[in-house]
């Protein structure tokens, strides 16, 4: 069975909260960097399978960007850029408030 819409707008919550409730992050550490690395590709993953029409409107996150991240943490895992990780992890409050937003408007 397929996620509609919104369930995959709350994975992209819970996935960007579970990487904030790691704070601080430490991505030295390899099992959080693991872990941080896993949530940032659902977040990619499940942004993938959201109508573009109801992410443009929201032009403060680089919705294309989020999602080309995962493509990168998943096939170019091997030369991931930790500034680009943390590039990511500072965008998911914002992206929460956002995605709240979204998911009350498609409600």
Same mark, same amino acid.
């Given at each position: 069975m397929k996620a509609n819409p919104i369930e995959r707008l709350k994975h992209v919550q819970s996935a960007a909260q579970t990487v904030i409730d790691f704070s601080p992050i $430490?991505?030295? $550490?390899?099992?959080?960097? *693991? /872990? !941080?690395?896993?949530? &940032?590709?659902? !977040? *990619?993953? /499940? &942004?993938k399978h959201v109508p573009k029409e109801w992410l443009e409107p929201h032009a403060n996150i680089p919705w294309k960007r989020v999602i080309a991240f995962r493509n990168y943490a998943v096939h170019e895992y091997f030369q991931l850029d930790l500034q680009a990780i943390h590039k990511a992890i500072n965008m998911l409050p914002d992206m929460i408030l956002t995605i709240e937003s979204i998911i009350t408007e498609h409600k």
């Open positions: $430490d991505l030295k $550490d390899i099992k959080t960097y *693991g /872990a !941080v690395v896993y949530q &940032l590709q659902i !977040v *990619g993953e /499940a &942004l």
